[in-house]
């Protein structure tokens, strides 16, 4: 399931204290529910579980949530579990999440999320059917754009991805990567950047794309690793051959690395880069900032063609359930790779409490307070960033 938000809100560091505090209860109310939801149901990965004793399981789920670029969110998951082999639970269960969300910004999101297994794990389908009703902000194009730039428009999204991959060798699999994507803009702005139509996507469209898709995972766990590496690599191409608005490319490397430092504590490292070329919408730039990369800057505050970032973060245990964290990043964009420079080099930094709701499947929910250049915010979600 993934929970995808982009909808700017600065918080100055004078409110910090108490909004800390604040979420601080929502937490408590959050892991309430959590928890209450797994006593009631079996867990899927421990025997006996619901997709090991029966073809079918449905698990369902509350969901709340704060960033900055959401506020309070809220809403209903549920997720069907499936084991092709009944009795084999080393065999993964392929599951089919829907969920349906409703933000303190208005934002609405409805998304169904298949992850399918398929020949003992041999074969890998991945996808989503997601739509969504977006107020979002733009700030312009590049790594200096002022604040005073702001403007608001409505975004309304149709997008249907789709990941197939087969192992090719141990945890390497790879695979094609196929996007459609249909985008409504409203609420523009006469006077602002969007509302002239001069910049690519600004007055919607659609996007078609395909691609390759490469995977190499050695991670102990998938939700909070302690021990190996997750490698990502994505390139896909959209032009109007296929059916798309738009003629352009893009590439994405994602690598990850977690190494044991001491008894309980973590440290996990995280390099980033997305490239684009072409005639690219805006709202498929490279974007820094949001609650998983670069925490402190909210999504989308600086966007170009090209992202690269790193982030480190160190998480220890300490006491029954609860961990902390303390993290640090620096990244910037780019309209190419030679014209990044070490002069405009954005800093992140923060820290964080952990609560692991369920301890067979690692599951955590997280409380981070990022600090970045002139803004700063408050991310209450599930699982770890990276």
Request: charged share 20%; glycine share 10%.
């Amino acid at each position: 399931m993934s929970l995808r938000t982009a909808l700017p809100c600065e918080l100055s560091r004078s409110r910090l204290p108490g909004l800390f505090w604040k979420y601080a209860i929502f937490l408590a109310l959050h892991c309430a529910l959590l928890c209450k939801c797994s006593v009631a149901q079996p867990r899927p990965d421990t025997p006996p579980d619901t997709a090991s004793a029966s073809r079918f399981g449905i698990l369902p789920f509350p969901l709340l949530y704060y960033t900055p670029e959401t506020g309070v969110a809220g809403g209903a998951a549920l997720v069907c579990l499936y084991r092709a082999e009944v009795n084999d639970t080393s065999v993964r269960p392929s599951s089919i999440v829907v969920d349906l969300i409703y933000t303190q910004k208005k934002q609405i999101v409805a998304e169904v999320s298949p992850d399918i297994f398929l020949d003992r794990d041999t074969y890998r389908i991945m996808g989503s059917v997601h739509g969504s009703r977006y107020p979002l902000r733009f700030y312009g194009i590049g790594n200096t754009t002022p604040d005073a730039l702001e403007e608001s428009y409505t975004s309304r999204t149709i997008r249907l991805t789709l990941d197939a991959l087969r192992r090719i060798a141990g945890d390497f699999s790879g695979g094609i990567s196929l996007l459609y994507e249909t985008q409504a803009l409203s609420d523009l702005r006469s006077d602002g950047v969007l509302g002239p139509g001069t910049i690519s996507g600004s007055r919607g469209g659609r996007t078609v794309g395909a691609g390759v898709v490469f995977h190499w995972d050695t991670r102990d766990n998938i939700f909070t690793p302690s021990s190996g590496h997750y490698y990502l690599l994505t390139l896909r191409t959209s032009k109007p051959g296929i059916g798309s608005d738009f003629n352009f490319t893009s590439f994405t490397l994602d690598l990850r690395k977690f190494l044991g430092i001491t008894e309980g504590s973590v440290l996990g490292i995280q390099a980033l880069a997305t490239m684009t070329a072409g005639d690219v919408p805006f709202y498929f730039l490279a974007q820094l900032g949001g609650s998983d990369a670069m925490r402190g800057y909210f999504e989308g505050r600086y966007r170009d063609k090209d992202l690269l970032a790193v982030q480190l973060e160190y998480r220890i245990p300490i006491f029954w359930r609860f961990g902390g964290a303390v993290f640090a990043g620096a990244g910037d964009v780019a309209p190419d790779l030679a014209r990044f420079s070490l002069n405009q080099v954005k800093p992140a930094l923060g820290f964080g409490l952990r609560y692991m709701y369920d301890l067979a499947e690692k599951l955590n929910v997280r409380v981070d307070v990022g600090f970045a250049r002139n803004s700063s915010g408050v991310y209450i979600t599930a699982n770890e960033a990276f």
